[in-house]
């Protein structure tokens, strides 16, 4: 006992050490646990924006010490999730297949200065070839002679036609490499814009995973990130020439008869001194359709090799914006891969601009540029126009007039804003392939903070309502069960800590499921001592024995719940790992206390000789219900639920999923009010912007709504369009307020994946349990086993689909949570059926069954009401988010109390009658 006293009391310290750094953490208000994390950062040697070191330049050398204290104590308490302080999680995947076009172009470029000499050649690329054509056979050798064969693999398509193309192992080298410059990149950048604790990591071979908790503005980092800054220096083409080819593009849409029109205004000015060039504008409003016309494949076949159209930024003011379009060398003279450093400055005229600064061979070249315009603008009057590109559109196009040395500047009509966050990306240079965003989670702090706090209240209203339950049936003994439940949280929460685990909603969820549990084992001990007393032993070898006794049943029925948790954790990303993580470290931490904490406690109660007995209050004395009679009445109602409910989940089809498991993806807004709307008003707000197909769900007394639509190309201008015509349709009522929105974003890749790894988890935590239950028991057990478990998962769908409750993420981890809490309750008749064949001597299969689950009765109905309370309270008080969780397992609970005794256990009746056997004097 002495080992067992020392263990228990360094676990609660332990514990109460780590629960108190947490209490501590977060009773601080927000503003000083902000500095502390900033004092930390810096003295970790991270990078600290502008206004955050001017933060900690304001503190005194006392109050620096203070918050260097408060920062060690940050090292010793939970994270919280996205979904709990609000941030941005994002899922991109970088281009690689891009990225090889680029370094295929950059090589090409090379290839075609190396080959200019030959006379008649033609070099194009398609993508991930290049073809070379020539016009003698002769001129093959020298060709191949030219091509780097370390680079290029050569094959001769015909005796004056080549095809090079990079070798399988360069070419995975190169998509390899751009993952990882990727990563590299968005790092920097992120720790340049100053975010506490990002979470940024590869996913899979091309994705990147990119989480920035805590941020208050998540679209400003999101741009930050996703943008490429490709900067690139090109010239523009010779005057006159476009002008013919804007000619030959009209010509060329009036010949196909086609209602496409090319509304550009072309003009020919002079400057100062008289050098013509070409000015061709267009309005903002026939961006698209111009943008549509210069893809089209005849009007790409009118533009000379080596040259490419582009077109600027948006220019002027509002209601007069518009547009300028160029046509450029494809080549660009310099490009950011010399840079080396930019800032937001200003001109002459005190207008924002970002100031470059390369280093001295990109300074050369253009000085040697500048130097050539120069002399062009003054001997020869041409001008020569220098466009500055980023990403492909315009934003300056200066005339090179005067020499220019390493530092030119970028125009543009900046914010402050702007100006800091484009000198920011591309002083930490561009990514070297384009990245799509397949998943995006946007959460304002405010929500966060609301879903701390009714998860919290959720838990604390389960626990009370769990403990005044056990409190009174068990008395003195569920004073025990109490203290042990409570130790268990404090447990779980100080794990939590030392693996410095990032908290979820859905982890807050596995903690308010584990109180439910958690009881499990107390109830089956005290059922157990209770049994042991009935049959005449002293109070303190029936306390020896029901712990024995109960110890192997509670092993198997928590061993097939941590496995569907690893299952869990195995296929699930994010929260729904937090929930996994929580349940897992519950299950094992509810199995210490009570096997081993409440063991000790009443160990040491029984020393006492006042100590003569554990009085309980008891449901039914002896029951002698007939389960298995009923067997018939529960196979034929069970059909016809699930009938019922898989008949509605087909006819629904699609519309069971929710965005992240849906073929399509899709975007989902979280939205509020300050008082309650018409779902209607909404949906005709929605109709008016042209927005048909749209899912409606209102929640909160009519204050909260949850819109979904379609992921389209433009899905971000589309979110912006919504929240203006919600801003307008209600003003005054609606929340315009990024702390007060959600925006959940998945598309269609992630969408299918996300769907196939939550049937494979189903399936795998499925053969898993019944392999363990095989094992552990017989065949038959395991047959019965899988039946009842895919009575319940599949009925709790199918009521779901009738509820029209959506499928997610959440929905799979509750219903992986439901194999492992139907298992239990099986698991512990089992046993017991298995205990009874070995003592009942002379009595039927289905008496023994039958006597088998009357005596487990009392826990049945005990853990079952316990574990309802718990999912209850989230259901009622954890707020939209986890709603559809709660239910699920609310269901889920209530199904697998009824199989574990209707489906279960009489299955193996029927099994044993089909095979004509009574047992007798097993």
């Known amino acids: 006992m002495k080992w067992k006293t020392i263990l228990v009391l360094g676990v609660i310290a332990i514990s109460l050490y780590f629960a108190y750094a947490n209490f501590k953490w977060y009773s601080l208000p927000e503003e000083k646990r902000e500095i502390a994390e900033l004092v930390a950062r810096r003295e970790a040697g991270k990078a600290l924006s502008e206004?955050?070191?001017?933060?900690?330049?304001?503190?005194?050398?006392?109050?620096?010490?203070?918050?260097?204290?408060?920062?060690?104590?940050?090292?010793?308490?939970?994270?919280?999730?996205?979904?709990?302080?609000?941030?941005?999680?994002?899922?991109?995947?970088v281009d690689t297949d891009k990225a090889l076009e680029i370094e295929i172009t950059r090589h090409l470029t090379t290839l075609r200065r190396e080959l200019h000499h030959i006379e008649g050649v033609r070099l194009l690329q398609d993508k991930k070839i290049v073809n070379i054509e020539f016009a003698r056979e002769d001129d093959y050798q020298t060709i191949r002679d030219i091509v780097d064969e370390n680079i290029w693999s050569l094959d001769r398509k015909s005796p004056t036609e080549i095809v090079l193309a990079f070798s399988h192992r360069r070419a995975?080298?190169?998509?390899?490499?751009?993952?990882?410059?990727?990563?590299?990149?968005?790092?920097?950048?992120?720790?340049?814009?100053?975010?506490?604790?990002?979470?940024?990591?590869?996913?899979?071979?091309?994705?990147?995973?990119?989480?920035?908790?805590?941020?208050?503005?998540?679209?400003?980092?999101?741009?930050?990130?996703?943008?490429?800054?490709?900067?690139?220096?090109?010239?523009?083409?010779?005057?006159?020439?476009?002008?013919?080819?804007?000619?030959?593009?009209?010509?060329?849409?009036?010949?196909?008869?086609?209602?496409?029109?090319?509304p550009v205004h072309h003009r020919q000015l002079l400057t100062d001194i008289g050098a013509p060039f070409d000015m061709v504008s267009f309005s903002e409003d026939d961006f698209a359709r111009i943008n549509s016309v210069l893809q089209k494949e005849e009007i790409l076949a009118l533009i000379p090799e080596g040259y490419s159209f582009a077109i600027t930024r948006s220019l002027g003011e509002a209601g007069r914006r518009f547009r300028n379009?160029?046509?450029?060398?494809?080549?660009?003279?310099?490009?950011?891969?010399?840079?080396?450093?930019?800032?937001?400055?200003?001109?002459?005229?005190?207008?924002?601009?970002?100031?470059?600064e390369f280093n001295r061979h990109g300074g050369a070249i253009m000085s040697r540029i500048s130097?050539?315009?120069?002399?062009?603008?003054?001997?020869?009057?041409?001008?020569?126009?220098?466009?500055?590109?980023?990403?492909?559109?315009?934003?300056?196009?200066?005339?090179?007039?005067?020499?220019?040395?390493?530092?030119?500047?970028?125009?543009?009509?900046?914010?402050r804003e702007e100006a800091m966050d484009l000198s920011l990306v591309l002083r930490e240079g561009a990514l070297p392939a384009p990245i799509s965003t397949e998943m995006e989670m946007m959460i304002?702090?405010?929500?966060?903070?609301?879903?701390?706090?009714?998860?919290?209240?959720?838990?604390?209203?389960?626990?009370?309502?769990?403990?005044?339950?056990?409190?009174?049936?068990?008395?003195?003994?569920?004073?025990?069960?109490?203290?042990?439940?409570?130790?268990?949280?404090?447990?779980?929460?100080?794990?939590?800590?030392?693996?410095?685990?990032?908290?979820?909603?859905?982890?807050?969820?596995?903690?308010?499921?584990?109180?439910?549990?958690?009881?499990?084992?107390?109830?089956?001990?005290?059922?157990?001592?209770?049994?042991?007393?009935?049959?005449?032993?002293?109070?303190?070898?029936?306390?020896?024995?029901?712990?024995?006794?109960?110890?192997?049943?509670?092993?198997?029925?928590?061993?097939?719940?941590?496995?569907?948790?690893?299952?869990?954790?195995?296929?699930?990303?994010?929260?729904?790992?937090?929930?996994?993580?929580?349940?897992?470290?519950?299950?094992?931490?509810?199995?210490?206390?009570?096997?081993?904490?409440?063991?000790?406690?009443?160990?040491?109660?029984?020393?006492?000789?006042?100590?003569?007995?554990?009085?309980?209050?008891?449901?039914?004395?002896?029951?002698?219900?007939?389960?298995?009679?009923?067997?018939?009445?529960?196979?034929?109602?069970?059909?016809?639920v699930l009938l019922a409910g898989m008949i509605t989940f087909f006819a629904r089809g699609e519309e069971n999923f929710g965005i992240d498991l849906s073929p399509g993806g899709g975007v989902l807004l979280e939205r509020h009010f300050t008082a309650p709307v018409y779902a209607g008003d909404?949906?005709?707000?929605?109709?008016?912007?042209?927005?048909?197909?749209?899912?409606?769900?209102?929640?909160n007394d009519n204050k909260g709504v949850l819109v979904r639509i379609g992921k389209g190309e433009d899905y971000e201008v589309t979110v912006q369009t919504i929240d203006a015509q919600l801003s307008e349709k209600f003003h005054g009522l609606f929340i315009d307020d990024e702390e007060f929105k959600r925006t959940d974003v998945i598309g269609p890749v992630m969408g299918r994946e996300m769907q196939r790894n939550g049937v494979l988890a189903l399936i795998f935590?499925?053969?898993?349990?019944?392999?363990?239950?095989?094992?552990?028991?017989?065949?038959?057990?395991?047959?019965?086993?899988i039946i009842a478990l895919l009575h319940d998962v599949l009925i709790t769908v199918g009521i779901l689909s009738i509820l029209e409750v959506e499928f997610n993420l959440a929905t799979i981890a509750a219903l992986l949570a439901i194999i492992g809490y139907s298992l239990n309750d099986t698991i512990v008749i089992f046993d017991r059926i298995r205990e009874n064949l070995k003592s009942m001597h002379g009595k039927s299969y289905a008496e023994i069954v039958n006597t088998s689950i009357n005596q487990t009765l009392s826990r049945t109905f005990l853990t079952s009401l316990t574990t309802l309370l718990a999912m209850v309270s989230l259901f009622v008080l954890g707020g939209i988010a986890i709603s559809g969780f709660a239910l699920t397992l609310i269901i889920g609970i209530s199904l697998g109390t009824f199989s574990s005794i209707f489906i279960a256990a009489p299955i193996l009746v029927e099994w044993q009658r089909r095979g004509g056997i009574l047992i007798q004097n097993v």
């Open 765 to 785: 935590a499925l053969a898993a349990v019944v392999a363990y239950i095989t094992w552990r028991f017989e065949i038959k057990f395991g047959i019965a086993a």
């Open 444 to 640: 304002g702090a405010s929500l966060g903070a609301d879903s701390i706090h009714a998860g919290i209240r959720a838990g604390i209203i389960g626990f009370i309502g769990i403990a005044f339950l056990i409190g009174i049936y068990y008395l003195k003994a569920g004073l025990i069960t109490i203290f042990a439940l409570f130790l268990n949280l404090i447990i779980v929460l100080a794990v939590l800590s030392m693996l410095r685990a990032t908290l979820t909603l859905p982890g807050i969820a596995g903690i308010i499921l584990v109180i439910g549990m958690a009881v499990d084992a107390n109830i089956l001990i005290f059922e157990r001592i209770r049994e042991e007393v009935k049959s005449g032993k002293a109070i303190r070898s029936a306390i020896s024995a029901g712990y024995q006794r109960a110890f192997l049943t509670i092993l198997d029925a928590n061993l097939t719940t941590l496995i569907v948790a690893v299952v869990l954790f195995g296929f699930g990303t994010g929260p729904i790992r937090g929930f996994a993580t929580t349940l897992s470290i519950g299950i094992i931490s509810s199995m210490f206390t009570a096997i081993v904490v409440t063991r000790l406690i009443l160990d040491l109660m029984a020393r006492r000789k006042s100590f003569t007995g554990l009085k309980m209050l008891q449901i039914a004395n002896a029951p002698q219900i007939r389960f298995v009679r009923q067997r018939r009445k529960a196979f034929t109602l069970s059909v016809l």
């Open 172 to 262: 995975t080298t190169i998509k390899r490499d751009a993952v990882v410059q990727t990563l590299g990149r968005i790092r920097r950048r992120v720790d340049e814009f100053g975010v506490a604790e990002p979470l940024i990591q590869p996913q899979g071979e091309r994705r990147i995973i990119v989480q920035l908790p805590g941020m208050r503005d998540p679209e400003r980092a999101k741009e930050i990130i996703r943008r490429t800054a490709f900067l690139e220096f090109k010239l523009a083409a010779p005057v006159g020439l476009i002008s013919e080819i804007i000619s030959n593009i009209e010509a060329t849409l009036a010949i196909k008869e086609e209602e496409i029109s090319f």
């Open 325 to 356: 379009l160029y046509l450029l060398k494809e080549d660009p003279v310099l490009t950011g891969a010399l840079l080396e450093n930019a800032y937001p400055s200003f001109d002459e005229f005190h207008r924002r601009v970002i100031q470059l």
């Open 371 to 415: 130097r050539r315009a120069e002399r062009a603008y003054n001997e020869e009057r041409k001008a020569t126009i220098l466009t500055i590109l980023l990403d492909d559109v315009i934003y300056s196009a200066p005339f090179m007039k005067v020499r220019v040395g390493g530092r030119p500047i970028i125009t543009g009509d900046f914010t």
């Open 682 to 699: 909404i949906r005709e707000a929605l109709i008016f912007i042209g927005i048909e197909e749209a899912r409606i769900q209102q929640f």
């Open 51 to 93: 206004a955050e070191k001017e933060k900690i330049a304001e503190l005194t050398e006392q109050e620096k010490a203070d918050y260097h204290r408060l920062g060690l104590l940050r090292g010793r308490v939970l994270s919280l999730g996205l979904d709990l302080q609000g941030g941005a999680h994002l899922v991109l995947a």
